[in-house]
């Protein structure tokens, strides 16, 4: 037998927030989305040649809470006007990971 080697028990389905703690967790980050991050890094929209940012939102991604930025782009020869990036995880690291307090 090989010690220290990671392996699932039960999947991916240990981690899952319940439904309660999904909402408390949209609420706070919605909450700091609101007063840090839009006033911080979109005090106002301002057009420019390339891609801009015109929103900062939150969404679930399976079990992680992201931070998505929409971006707009007015050049016509642009393939779509406007586009959704993740927020880089060395900015923020979100990820919710929970802890059963049993043993493995």
């Known amino acids: 037998m090989v010690r220290g ?4 028990v039960r999947g991916r389905l240990g981690n899952k ?8 967790i949209a609420a706070a980050c ?3 989305i609101a007063a ?3 006033p911080k890094y979109l ?3 301002t057009p420019t040649e390339f891609n801009y940012p015109v929103a900062i939102y939150g969404k679930w991604h ?12 007015d050049r016509p020869v642009s393939f779509t006007p406007e586009f ?5 995880p060395a900015h923020f ?7 059963a307090g049993q043993p493995c």
């Open 84 to 88: 959704e990036a993740p927020v880089l």
């Open 93 to 99: 690291d979100f990820s919710y990971h929970r802890h």
């Open 36 to 38: 840090v991050l839009l």
């Open 17 to 24: 927030p319940r439904p309660q703690e999904r909402m408390a």
């Open 5 to 8: 080697q990671w392996v699932y």
């Open 30 to 32: 919605e909450r700091l």
């Open 62 to 73: 399976g079990n992680k809470y992201r931070f998505i930025t929409r971006y707009r782009s």
């Open 43 to 45: 005090p106002q929209i």
